[in-house]
């Protein structure tokens, strides 16, 4: 079933074909600070709509998309190589329980 979601202020809105089934729970320098809960797509199952601002940093892979307006994490997706998915912050979507799925730590504290 069809699942959208948006930022705070409603500036960026994201539509996917479904809830995850899991999400990642990351411990690296930046997801530890901003608390994200991410999920996988192929880029092509993704529609976001509304401007976005990415953050690039280390090894420079992938942006790191926010709502420039309210600030939340939206999204990141690759800058370069094709990695046949881009992460979704599941916080933000419509009936997203965290309790109802399984979360998956990964542990790329440096
Ligand atoms: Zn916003």
């Known amino acids: 079933m069809p ?3 948006s930022c705070h202020c409603g500036n960026v809105r994201i539509q996917l074909p479904s809830l995850p089934a899991w ?9 530890r600070r901003t608390a994200w809960r991410t999920a996988y797509y192929p880029p092509a199952d993704v529609r976001i709509s ?11 892979m992938i942006g790191i998309h926010h709502c420039p307006v309210c600030g939340c994490g939206t999204h990141w997706q690759t800058l370069r190589e094709d990695f046949g998915r881009m992460g979704i912050n599941a916080r ?3 009936g997203f329980d965290e309790s ?8 790329n504290a440096a």
């Open 92 to 94: 933000l979507l419509d």
């Open 23 to 31: 999400v990642a729970d990351c411990n690296c320098s930046l997801c």
């Open 50 to 60: 509304g401007e976005t601002v990415a953050y690039v940093w280390g090894d420079r």
């Open 3 to 5: 699942v959208e979601g």
């Open 100 to 107: 109802a799925v399984q979360v998956r730590k990964f542990d």
